[in-house]
């Protein structure tokens, strides 16, 4: 049995689908599966059944799961403690984000991580929180910018970056522009723009209607930014984001306060607890970038 055979079985447990699973190590589909028989040969058993479509684990590979992340977790902190020990970190750092935190330059902050760590290779992912969370607790993840919805499993330590108000985002010529402020039962009767369910600052929307006993259901989903962004340009609809958001794109959008309290967007970095060194040279790192929520919604300015 090889660290090898179970980086790549946890991965097919993880994606729940070889070819995926496949594509984040950066293999042939055909090779991770060679890989996964040979294991199951070893042992004598079968970990996965499979379907056309997906794959699941039988038993046997449900039980040998934790163990198998609990040894790849083991051999990439003795690597990590024999890299510190030089004087130098090295290693991977698996990094998974939102698609658009807003407090946190991800893209800037990564690219002085490199400068200064340049033995340490860096892999991104994007996906909702939740996955991330999941995908950070089970070892799939290193460290994921996220902005949870519910309180995270014990073995995940949260460091906070930023706070930032959610606003009603909308083309320049909606009436409750012009008043300054806006309530949710206002917005019975518009047209919402939202990302998919699961998304964290679509919970975070429903849950301040349901609060005030209202309904929310998003009449047009998208699945990224800049979607939502030029549904709302064209006055499509309306959209509650995070402040972040509504920097995007300035020219036609007016962000406008909610006039009662809203749950606020809250950025973090989430690691898991004795994270390796390089995880946590970048945790740090992100952690000294942390911001503060904002007294008031800014004016729209224009940013790349």
């Known amino acids: 049995m090889e660290l090898r055979q179970l980086e790549h ?4 447990a993880s994606e ?12 042939s589909q055909s090779g991770l599966s060679a890989s996964i028989r040979a294991l199951e040969s070893e042992l004598g058993v079968g970990l996965f059944v499979r379907s056309t479509r997906h794959v699941a ?17 083991g051999a990439g902190a003795a690597k990590a403690a024999v890299n510190a020990a030089s004087g130098e970190l090295g290693g991977v750092v698996r990094v998974g984000t939102e698609s658009c935190p807003g407090v946190v330059k991800l893209a800037n902050e990564l690219a002085v991580f490199r400068e200064h760590h340049p033995r340490v290779e860096m892999r991104l992912r994007v996906d909702g929180s939740g996955p991330l969370l999941t995908q950070v607790a089970n070892g799939r993840v290193d ?4 902005v949870p919805t519910e309180a995270a499993p014990a073995s995940i330590e949260l460091s ?8 009603v985002l909308s083309h ?16 019975a009767d518009e047209t919402f723009v939202d990302f998919q369910e699961g998304a964290s600052s679509r919970v975070l929307t429903a849950r301040a209607f349901e609060e005030r006993g209202l309904a929310y259901r998003p009449d047009l989903e998208v699945n990224d930014v800049h979607t939502l962004l030029d549904l709302i340009d064209v006055n499509l ?19 406008t306060p909610i006039s009662h309290p809203m749950p606020v967007w809250e950025v973090c970095v989430a690691v898991r607890v004795g994270a390796n060194p390089a995880t946590r040279a970048l945790r740090d790192q992100l952690r ?14 224009p940013v790349d």
């Open 172 to 187: 320049r010529s909606r009436p409750f522009v012009q008043r300054g402020h806006v309530a949710l039962d206002d917005l």
């Open 288 to 301: 000294a970038q942390a911001v503060g929520v904002p007294e008031a919604v800014e004016e729209l300015t």
């Open 9 to 12: 079985f946890v991965a097919g």
């Open 57 to 73: 684990l039988t038993p046997a590979g449900a039980a040998l799961l934790p163990e198998a992340q609990a040894l790849l977790a």
């Open 237 to 255: 609809g309306i959209a509650i984001v995070p402040q972040a958001i509504a920097r995007k794109r300035a020219v036609d959008f007016a962000a």
């Open 143 to 146: 460290a994921a910018i996220v």
């Open 160 to 167: 906070p970056l930023g706070r930032e108000p959610l606003v």
């Open 16 to 27: 729940k689908h070889f070819g995926n699973a496949a594509l984040d190590l950066r293999m």
